[in-house]
């Protein structure tokens, strides 16, 4: 970890009170997902890389519990009895600390895209003043209708900016603004003694709330320095309010992610129909094929071949394998496995190398052990099969007896017939061979061979001449 800004004085609050209203959601808004993170883990990932270490989240009385849920105790918490305006959430904060801090970084829970180098610039912007009392993360020329908007003195040079009078607040326009502007984008440095001093005398504005934006223009009239940063990248300002924000914002984050796979080696085919979250894996000359998602804590290894249309979750895939339209969730697959089209590995599938899984194939809490082939139409659950076995179309392990799932066991290389039914719990010995349609209700030892319905074991001699 990175401490830059770890002096013990620092503190981060970040604020995720708001009602969320315009989501239209029983979600509360900070635990949306976005690229496999909640929205309120950005900001604490952001502060924590830097070395904060001191983090304070201002939650409400309604989202609270949900919020210790994905954070634990990673943070202190602080909550708000009522929205009553980002000025009052960080006087919340403030007064849930148990030392006065010397400096406050404030993040807003729901502006997912400022990344960590823009937070550093804020900081070393605020701290090359002694006497900067607040300095607020702004982006030029971007686009923010619903945004506070900084308003500054005219200037004669197109090269100079004004001086900063003010944060105006989308209530506070009485026109829309659609043009480019400067806009806030709700990160913040202060120095923490006078922002402990001065955020009480916040007043309330027309909406009823107190803005966390009037301390510029309060600072201003006070002739106390205050100075917005620029932030580089005109998105990183982008807020999820509503529902099509959180899809713009999402359309960003994926294109940051899938920039960075390219960059580091990995092949898309068609970026615009690839998601990646941000916390997958991808080793270096696999290729991704379009209209593939890879969600969650999945990894996969070098010189894969991924879809076209996978769907791959929380599940790790080894080197040089071949996944073609199918859906694998909480799964392992080791190096040099074909799966597809058409199956689908549930929770708990473990294939080993070099199996192949052919068409609409299924596979739950199972072992599939090395060198195995299930070509065509089989459900594989609850069951353990050794290596180097051919499992014939349309084999079922029959794992459930409409009150208990039992386990299926398939000896290494043996020869599983097309249409077989395992009605388990039952045990296929190592080598031995079921015939096609075999409903296999017993144990078939080793080396042995069973066919019909139920399937009876045909003697010893005659196996291998079936
Ligand atoms: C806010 C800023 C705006 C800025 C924008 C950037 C204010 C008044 N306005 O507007 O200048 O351009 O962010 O995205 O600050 N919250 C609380 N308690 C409350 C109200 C809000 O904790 O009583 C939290 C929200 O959960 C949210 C954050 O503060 O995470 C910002 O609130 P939101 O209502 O989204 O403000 P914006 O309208 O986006
Ligand atoms: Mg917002």
């Given at each position: 970890m990175n401490a830059i800004i770890s002096d013990t004085e620092a503190v981060g609050i970040v604020l995720a009170a708001g009602q969320g209203s315009r989501m239209r959601s029983r979600i509360p808004k900070p635990l949306h997902s976005l690229a496999g993170r909640e929205l309120i883990r950005y900001p604490i990932d952001v502060l924590e890389q830097w070395g904060v270490s001191r983090l304070m989240v201002v939650t409400s009385p309604d989202n609270g519990d949900a919020i210790v849920g994905v954070l634990g105790d990673r943070v202190s918490y602080a909550v708000q009895d009522s929205p009553d305006g980002t000025a009052d959430a960080v006087a919340c904060g403030l007064r849930a600390l148990p030392e006065p801090p010397g400096l406050v970084i404030v993040l807003a829970g729901d502006t997912p895209l400022v990344r960590p180098e823009s937070i550093l610039g804020l900081v070393e912007s605020h701290r090359v003043d002694p006497k900067r009392r607040m300095t607020i993360l702004s982006s030029a020329g971007a686009y923010g209708p619903d945004l506070g908007h900084i308003k500054r003195t005219k200037c004669d040079s197109q090269d100079e900016r004004g001086d900063l009078l003010a944060i105006e607040e989308a209530a506070e326009r009485d026109e829309p603004d659609y043009g480019l502007v400067e806009v806030n984008t709700g990160v913040y440095c202060f120095d923490g003694p006078w922002l402990s001093q001065r955020i009480g005398a916040v007043p309330k504005s027309a909406t009823g709330e107190r803005y966390l934006t009037a301390l510029a223009g309060m600072a201003v009239d006070a002739s106390e320095r205050v100075e917005a940063a620029p932030i580089a990248l005109p998105d990183e300002a982008m807020g999820v309010n509503d529902r099509e924000q959180l899809a713009a914002v999402g359309a960003v984050m994926r294109d940051r992610i899938n920039r960075y796979w390219m960059s580091a080696g990995v092949t898309l085919v068609d970026p615009a129909t690839t998601y990646i979250d941000l916390d997958v894996q991808i080793g270096q000359d696999s290729l991704i094929q379009p209209n593939t998602m890879l969600t969650g804590g999945t990894t996969i290894g070098e010189e894969c071949e991924i879809g076209p249309n996978a769907c791959i979750r929380d599940s790790s895939v080894g080197n040089r394998c071949r996944i073609v339209a199918s859906t694998l969730e909480e799964s392992r697959v080791d190096d040099d496995v074909e799966i597809g089209p058409y199956s689908h590995l549930r929770p708990g599938a473990r294939i080993e190398s070099g199996v192949h899984l052919g068409n609409y194939v299924e596979v739950k809490n199972s072992r599939v052990g090395s060198g195995?082939?299930?070509?065509?139409?089989c459900y594989l659950g609850d069951a353990d099969i050794g290596d180097g076995v051919n499992v014939g179309a349309g084999t079922i392990t029959c794992n459930y007896d409409g009150v208990d799932k039992h386990q299926t066991v398939i000896g290494r290389s043996a020869f599983i017939g097309s249409d077989t039914m395992l009605i388990a719990p039952v045990t296929v010995g190592e080598g031995a061979a079921t015939g096609a349609g075999a409903v296999v209700t017993r144990d078939i030892p080793e080396g042995r061979r069973a066919v019909g319905v139920p399937a009876r074991l045909l003697p010893q001699q005659q196996s291998g001449s079936d």
């Amino acid at each position: 970890m990175n401490a830059i800004i770890s002096d013990t004085e620092a503190v981060g609050i970040v604020l995720a009170a708001g009602q969320g209203s315009r989501m239209r959601s029983r979600i509360p808004k900070p635990l949306h997902s976005l690229a496999g993170r909640e929205l309120i883990r950005y900001p604490i990932d952001v502060l924590e890389q830097w070395g904060v270490s001191r983090l304070m989240v201002v939650t409400s009385p309604d989202n609270g519990d949900a919020i210790v849920g994905v954070l634990g105790d990673r943070v202190s918490y602080a909550v708000q009895d009522s929205p009553d305006g980002t000025a009052d959430a960080v006087a919340c904060g403030l007064r849930a600390l148990p030392e006065p801090p010397g400096l406050v970084i404030v993040l807003a829970g729901d502006t997912p895209l400022v990344r960590p180098e823009s937070i550093l610039g804020l900081v070393e912007s605020h701290r090359v003043d002694p006497k900067r009392r607040m300095t607020i993360l702004s982006s030029a020329g971007a686009y923010g209708p619903d945004l506070g908007h900084i308003k500054r003195t005219k200037c004669d040079s197109q090269d100079e900016r004004g001086d900063l009078l003010a944060i105006e607040e989308a209530a506070e326009r009485d026109e829309p603004d659609y043009g480019l502007v400067e806009v806030n984008t709700g990160v913040y440095c202060f120095d923490g003694p006078w922002l402990s001093q001065r955020i009480g005398a916040v007043p309330k504005s027309a909406t009823g709330e107190r803005y966390l934006t009037a301390l510029a223009g309060m600072a201003v009239d006070a002739s106390e320095r205050v100075e917005a940063a620029p932030i580089a990248l005109p998105d990183e300002a982008m807020g999820v309010n509503d529902r099509e924000q959180l899809a713009a914002v999402g359309a960003v984050m994926r294109d940051r992610i899938n920039r960075y796979w390219m960059s580091a080696g990995v092949t898309l085919v068609d970026p615009a129909t690839t998601y990646i979250d941000l916390d997958v894996q991808i080793g270096q000359d696999s290729l991704i094929q379009p209209n593939t998602m890879l969600t969650g804590g999945t990894t996969i290894g070098e010189e894969c071949e991924i879809g076209p249309n996978a769907c791959i979750r929380d599940s790790s895939v080894g080197n040089r394998c071949r996944i073609v339209a199918s859906t694998l969730e909480e799964s392992r697959v080791d190096d040099d496995v074909e799966i597809g089209p058409y199956s689908h590995l549930r929770p708990g599938a473990r294939i080993e190398s070099g199996v192949h899984l052919g068409n609409y194939v299924e596979v739950k809490n199972s072992r599939v052990g090395s060198g195995t082939a299930a070509g065509h139409f089989c459900y594989l659950g609850d069951a353990d099969i050794g290596d180097g076995v051919n499992v014939g179309a349309g084999t079922i392990t029959c794992n459930y007896d409409g009150v208990d799932k039992h386990q299926t066991v398939i000896g290494r290389s043996a020869f599983i017939g097309s249409d077989t039914m395992l009605i388990a719990p039952v045990t296929v010995g190592e080598g031995a061979a079921t015939g096609a349609g075999a409903v296999v209700t017993r144990d078939i030892p080793e080396g042995r061979r069973a066919v019909g319905v139920p399937a009876r074991l045909l003697p010893q001699q005659q196996s291998g001449s079936d």
